[in-house]
């Protein structure tokens, strides 16, 4: 089609630059979109252009990506928040029973709560503000406090996993030092490490952003953005800092962590075959050896089928974030008008793709439950176990019930397989 940057010459009734103004506020991350809105709504503009609609203009021409991305906004959202909130509240309930006692669990339930976090200050935020107010911008301290609490929780749910990935490694890699090095004690010192270094890195928020108003051609709009001091830090910088710690760096850990285990899973799985094949003298003792170290192997190999299907759904799902902000970065100097054909085109499909990946994001947070119920023999027991009594009325019989083994059976289980095993076969 031909560019439609002539098509609009009423719009030099409202004597102002249009491409200038747009391209600045859109620039400061304001929604070209409502932008257009907000100008056809202004007192100066309203009657210059009747019969020039530019956000119709948008829709009609890119009707495909403009419709896909309003369903995906509105329909996507609601189901990623229910089974979100089912899933973290099961999650968090099972692993907090043994949360005091399984340095996996202390991390596990953690990250259900942090996941929860995301959700609903991201996502929930971000679904509700197509019907009302963004609570966001009520006020500046509201301003201030869901912009931290959003980025603290999602950076500390990252972590998180690069928590339980480096204890698997180390179980896996290190067996012999498995059970010194990775105890509850240091998940509550990582735990709590991760948790106060996501605040201090994110402090910065409470003076460096605030909520702003813009006035559009008369009409006023409220944002939560960076403070007129810090427009560099907040629009430059901290974005790819953000990115690192959020995304480029978890992605690289965890990818190069995840690689090893699985080459040393198979490197152990080789060594088993060969041990299988090798005749020893002592018949009842081979049987007995072989029994004890096959269950303990069967345990540590569920527990990180688990955590390498969380660890590698997160690679999966923020993999395609990193490359839409190098893209971005990439086309980010774009000076064409903002009236033409490529620009609007450009800007459909960009707006299309951010929210794929916004809500590929939010997947990564709503489906660990769902990873552990499909890698997790002894979790899947767990849920069924805790719905049945839940069904009955009898929910406080499935904490008791896990009080009472853990005191009965934990010394027979230490004399049969050790404790290693113990620690690492309760917990799938």
């Known amino acids: 089609m031909a560019s439609h940057e002539n098509q609009a010459p009423s719009l030099v ?12 506020l859109t620039a400061g991350g304001f929604d070209y979109a409502d932008i257009i809105m907000a100008l056809k709504e202004s007192p100066g503009c309203k009657q210059t ?3 020039v ?5 948008i829709l009609g021409n890119f009707s495909e990506y403009m419709e896909a991305d309003r369903n995906l906004q509105l329909y996507v959202p609601p189901i990623l928040l229910v089974l979100g909130t089912f899933g973290n509240f099961l999650s968090f309930v099972i692993m907090s029973r043994n949360m005091f006692k399984i340095s996996t669990y202390s991390y596990l339930a953690l990250l259900a709560i942090m996941d929860s976090f995301v959700l609903y200050i991201g996502l929930l935020r971000m679904w509700i503000g197509h019907f009302a107010v963004d609570i966001q911008i009520m006020s500046n301290w509201m301003c201030k406090l869901v912009t931290f609490v959003g980025y603290v929780s999602s950076v500390t749910s990252v972590w998180l996993i690069i928590a339980v990935t480096i204890e698997r490694f180390i179980a896996v890699k290190f067996p012999l030092k498995a059970k010194r090095m990775c105890n509850v004690v240091r998940a509550r010192i990582v735990i709590l490490s991760i948790t106060l270094a996501t605040c201090l890195l994110n402090s910065h928020i409470f003076w460096t952003v605030e909520l702003r108003s813009h006035d559009i051609n008369g009409t006023l709009s409220y944002k939560c953005d960076a403070s007129l001091d810090h427009v560099l830090l907040i629009k430059e910088i901290w974005p790819w800092v953000d990115a690192a710690v959020y995304s480029f760096i978890p992605f690289l850990i965890i990818l190069v962590l995840n690689t090893m285990i699985v080459r040393r899973v198979l490197v152990a799985r ?12 002592n018949k009842f003792s081979s049987t007995r050896s072989r029994c004890s170290y096959k269950q303990s192997n069967e345990s540590s190999k569920k527990l990180t089928c688990m955590l390498l299907a969380v660890s590698f759904t997160f690679l999966t799902t923020t993999l395609p974030m990193n490359l839409l902000m190098v893209v971005n970065a990439v086309l980010g100097n774009d000076k064409t008008s ?3 054909y490529e620009y609007q085109r450009k800007y459909a499909i960009l707006k299309l793709t951010r929210t794929v990946v916004e809500l590929l994001m939010y997947i990564n947070h709503s489906s660990n439950f769902f990873l552990y119920c499909a890698t997790g023999r002894k979790f899947r027991q767990q849920v069924k176990l805790m719905l049945c009594l839940c069904c009955k009325g009898r929910i406080k019989e499935f904490f008791t019930i896990a009080s ?7 010394s027979y289980k230490m004399s049969r397989l050790g404790p290693d095993t113990v620690k690492e076969g309760t917990a799938v």
């Open 53 to 57: 609609d530019l956000r119709g203009e």
């Open 404 to 410: 009472r083994k853990s005191t009965s059976t934990l």
């Open 338 to 340: 903002v009236h033409s």
């Open 270 to 281: 080789r060594e088993r075959s060969e041990l299988q094949m090798t005749p020893l003298r």
């Open 13 to 24: 009734q409202c004597n102002l630059n249009l491409s200038h103004m747009v391209a600045e």
């Open 49 to 51: 252009n009747e019969n």
